[in-house]
């Protein structure tokens, strides 16, 4: 399929496109720490990565946006060079976002998040989107949430995964090869209790990862990461994304 990325493109090209575009497409990321396993750009590489596979799937139904690099990272400030937008600054860039590209004629808008910090202000954007600007606004992630049972399959997995870890850190082996250090390490896991895995599980993130997580910022065990769990996710979550999409049209 012909894929159409606006970072390839003129504007009297996208103009000549529009007919047939239905749905933008916005990769969502951060400038976050992974410990010493994979980069900050991380989770913005491995989404536009992400969504230039899935273009190449659904083609010209799609116009896919430059990724917004910076996100919601609060609880990870506690290890250099991490940014983090303020909750109120990420709503209103995902809003701004969707805004201008309704103002072009495009009236459905796909987040896809690589992320988990940035789901509150995610939700808190389509909410805001729907009522105030009329713009039918969506969001997916595109990793673990969605292919967790089949991961399970091929192997065991700790209780709580998902940054830095042996499951993310495949993903970026398939994906965004250049963000993986050579010399990967297992997570400092700082608990392991029952409240922290319902802190992971549901997203939230105002409190300290060095403290209550990770004390090398990661989790699992990297170690174990393959590019070939990487594919597989990946294949898996592009299956799904494709059929959300499709929904998505339909409505
Ligand atoms: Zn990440």
């Not at 506690?78 to 976002?97: G, K, N, S």
């Not at 949430?145 to 091929?154: L, T, Y």
Request: net charge negative.
């Amino acid at each position: 399929m012909r894929r159409l990325l606006v970072s390839e493109m003129t504007w009297p090209e996208v103009e000549r496109e529009l007919e047939h575009i239905r749905v933008a497409v916005v990769p969502v990321g951060s400038c976050e720490q992974h410990g010493p396993n994979t980069t900050f750009t991380t989770d913005t590489d491995r989404a536009y990565e992400f969504c230039k596979l899935l273009g190449e799937r659904v083609g010209e139904k799609i116009l896919i946006f430059p990724p917004f690099g910076y996100g919601v990272s609060i609880h990870h400030m506690d290890f250099p060079t991490t940014v983090t937008l303020r909750i109120e600054t990420m709503i209103h860039a995902l809003t701004d976002i969707a805004e201008s590209i309704g103002k072009h004629g495009i009236k459905k808008i796909l987040y896809v998040n690589g992320h988990g910090g940035n789901r509150s202000a995610l939700d808190a954007a389509i909410i805001k989107l729907k009522y105030e600007y009329g713009i039918e606004a969506y969001w997916s992630s595109m990793g673990t949430n969605i292919s967790r049972a089949r991961i399970s399959q091929e192997m065991e997995l700790p209780a709580i995964i998902g940054h830095a870890c042996e499951v993310e850190t495949s993903q970026c082996m398939y994906l965004a090869p250049w963000v993986v250090k050579d010399e990967l390490q297992a997570g400092e896991l700082q608990s392991d209790s029952a409240y922290m895995r319902r802190l992971f599980k549901d997203g939230n993130a105002a409190w300290s990862w060095k403290n209550d997580a990770s004390a090398n910022g990661a989790l699992g065990d990297a170690r174990r990461a393959t590019k070939e769990l990487g594919k597989i996710m990946t294949d898996i979550s592009l299956d799904y994304m494709e059929e959300l999409l499709e929904e998505i049209i339909r409505r």
